[in-house]
């Protein structure tokens, strides 16, 4: 039903900003309305919610570790979502994935998204 795929991840210092999109595409995505959601991963741990804006509305919702950091954002006409990551710090290493789940409602655990990109990963030296 939706296909997702990320970009914009690398390498970069302690301080630093890096711009991840997320292109979203299927036929029923223009149909109904969608909570899109970023998550990020280290191995070995859990999947940890970062941020999530209803694609229709643009309310957004951010974890606590990166509120005032991090921006999440989309651009309706092209089926894009952003997250704008400034002050990066060595904790945000992880392999970041763009999710979305058929639903107005806000999300904030992997179980409740149905589709998932591939990932990029993001990797921040001290």
């Known amino acids: 039903q939706v296909q997702l795929v990320e970009s914009g991840g690398g390498l970069v210092q302690a301080g630093g900003s890096l711009r991840l999109s997320c292109a979203a595409s299927?036929?029923?995505?223009?149909?109904?309305?969608?909570?899109m959601g970023w998550f990020r991963q280290v191995p070995g741990k859990e999947r940890e919610f970062v941020a999530a804006?209803?694609?229709?509305?643009?309310?957004?919702y951010y974890a606590d570790s990166v509120k005032g950091r991090f921006t999440i954002d989309r651009d309706y006409a092209q089926n894009m979502v952003y997250l704008q990551m400034n002050s990066l710090k060595p904790e945000d290493t992880a392999l970041y994935t763009c999710?979305?789940?058929?639903?107005?409602?806000?999300?904030?655990?992997?179980?409740?998204?149905?589709?998932w990109g591939q990932g990029t990963q993001v990797t921040v030296s001290a």
């Open positions: 299927g036929r029923t995505f223009s149909r109904y309305r969608y909570i």
């Open positions: 999710a979305a789940d058929r639903s107005d409602t806000v999300h904030r655990t992997t179980s409740e998204y149905n589709y």
């Open positions: 804006i209803k694609w229709t509305g643009a309310s957004t």
